[in-house]
């Protein structure tokens, strides 16, 4: 390993060494998506943000338990209050879970067009309901939560008395208040800043279960507090999510974990930055998302062309997760001609092999340099997993693979060892931690049309040594030549 990772920690706001509580395992919690709609490409900038930590963690030679929750319950819309699932479910006339079933795969979907890896547990907020009820007990034993009109609340005034509520966003409970409007006569929390912990269910509330305290639903922030405990323990490494969720719903989360095991959960809170466009948080309520098909396929009002998934991969990484991205045709363009450039050098690299007894002429300086850029990329990672900077060494990686393409550098003057591991750090940033592979956008049409052309040629040439080799070459790949009456027509062989 080469030089210390450092995370920034939105907790401390500071850039520390990354030092896990049980190495070489670690634990990662990131908030998974609400599954009520089509993922956009704002969802997928900050997954595949952690996609990157979790390939270069495991990389580095940590164990990794990656824990992504999907929410099916109890996200509530801020404008009505009501379950994102539960309308949508109304709107679709479809039951709850068939609305959870159909986002949930099209969220998988999504993510295995960006290469973004499976976690190792994906846990789902309804699966997990007896343990939600269990720490909402223990809050309430604990004295941190309060039960009123079937409801129960997380009391944030209680709370304060041996805690700080809002540490990790850095805000203060009179500012807070001071914001909030005050409780109208109908609440029945004690205080504005309190958060549901179960919600007493509406009658025309669709998802509701039946319990002690009513016939009602959990609140949003319990189902990670219960699920990160579950599956990492009552302190783990990491939690992630976007900045959006920073506030309320991770602060919520502390509180929860806090006011129940004693302990606050994460050690490091990362978070990712907003994917934008013309300088506003791409959002679906905003209307401004754009879908990831749509991005693919050329087909919106605001795109020229469409863009190839590790084109768009390709995009996102190279801004730093924590660094907003804004999103436009210009710097779509560029990233294709970047991409494209990164991969004819990746191309190029995986078929090169260092020639067998070559006596080696070691140019120093340029073993040097190569060298040096390799140390770049894994200094670079180990920068807060600064992608944006591993990509411009890559691009230095390129230059030298050119020079090799071009013969203006010659393998005997890098030497066996330098190339192997040029070869080595360029495979391994690119495909295992970037996680951005080779993709081609030939068309085996159009290609078998150019073969068969040639095989004409030659047919009408009476090269038939030449026709023999191209009726072999494509009876290989399960093509069959029929030579008609019409012309020259093919078929899969059966
Ligand atoms: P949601 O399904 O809305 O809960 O969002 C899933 C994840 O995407 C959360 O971690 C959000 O913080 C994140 N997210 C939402 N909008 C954006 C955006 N425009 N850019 C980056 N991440 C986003
Ligand atoms: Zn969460």
């Given at each position: ?8 920690n939105s907790l401390s706001r ?15 919690y990131?908030c ?37 929750n999907?929410t099916?319950?109890g996200h509530l819309?801020d404008?009505?209050g ?43 907020a309804?699966?997990h309901l007896?343990e939600q009820l269990d720490m909402i007990q223990e809050l309430v034993d604990n004295g941190f939560a309060y039960e009123s009109n079937g409801s129960v609340y997380f009391d944030i005034s209680k709370f304060n008395e041996k805690y700080d509520y809002g540490k990790l966003s850095g805000r203060k409970t009179e500012d807070l208040l001071n914001q909030t409007r005050e409780l109208d006569?109908?609440s029945d929390k004690r205080s504005p800043l309190d958060f549901a912990l179960w919600k007493k ?10 319990t002690k305290w009513s016939?009602g639903f959990p609140g949003w922030h319990l189902e990670c507090s219960v699920m990160s405990t579950k599956?990492l323990g009552e302190e783990f490494?990491?939690h992630g999510g976007?900045m959006d969720l920073k506030f309320p719903h991770h602060e919520c989360e502390i509180a929860q974990n806090a006011g129940s095991t004693g302990k606050e959960g994460a050690k490091y809170w990362m978070h ?223």
């Open positions: 390993m080469i030089g210390k990772l450092r995370v920034v500071e850039k520390e060494v990354f030092e896990p509580l049980n190495a070489p395992h670690v634990g990662m990131v998974g998506p609400t599954v009520y709609s089509d993922v956009h490409l704002g969802n997928v900038r900050t997954f595949m943000s952690f996609d990157v930590i979790y390939r270069y963690l495991q990389f580095l030679g940590y164990k990794v338990r990656y824990v992504r999907i099916d319950v819309l404008d009505t009501e379950d994102k699932i539960s309308r949508k479910a109304k709107l679709e006339n479809l039951e709850p879970m068939e609305i959870v079933q159909k986002y949930t795969n099209d969220f998988h979907r999504v993510m295995e067009t960006f290469n973004i890896l499976p976690p190792d547990i994906e846990p789902t309804t699966g007896m006569g109908g269910a509406a009658p025309e509330h669709i998802m509701r279960w039946n016939d599956y490494d990491i976007g990712t930055n907003m994917l934008t466009v013309n300088g506003t948080k791409m959002s679906k309520s905003l209307g401004n998302s754009f879908l990831p098909h749509e991005l693919i396929s050329g087909d919106h009002e605001l795109l020229e062309h469409g863009y190839s998934p590790m084109t768009i991969r390709f995009f996102m990484l190279q801004s730093h997760y924590a660094s907003t991205l804004d999103f436009s045709n210009e710097a779509l363009d560029a990233a294709q001609k970047g991409y494209m450039k990164l991969a004819n050098g990746l191309r190029l690299i995986k078929n090169y092999e260092y020639p067998e007894g070559l006596a080696e002429e070691i140019n120093t300086k340029q073993a040097e340099q190569i060298n040096k850029i390799c140390d770049n990329c894994y200094h670079a990672m180990n920068d807060d997993f600064n992608t944006a900077l591993t990509i411009g060494h890559l691009f230095n990686l390129v230059k030298k693979v050119n020079s090799i393409q071009t013969g203006q550098l010659k393998f005997e003057e890098i030497g066996k060892e330098t190339f192997e591991r040029m070869k080595s750090t360029f495979i391994a940033f690119c495909e295992e931690i970037l996680g951005l592979k080779l993709e081609t956008n030939l068309s085996s049409q159009n290609l078998l049309e150019v073969i068969l052309e040639e095989y004409k040629v030659a047919k009408e040439a009476k090269n038939y040594d030449k026709v023999d080799e191209l009726r072999a070459k494509l009876k290989a790949e399960g093509v069959i030549v029929k030579d008609m009456k019409t012309g020259i027509d093919w078929a899969f062989e059966e």
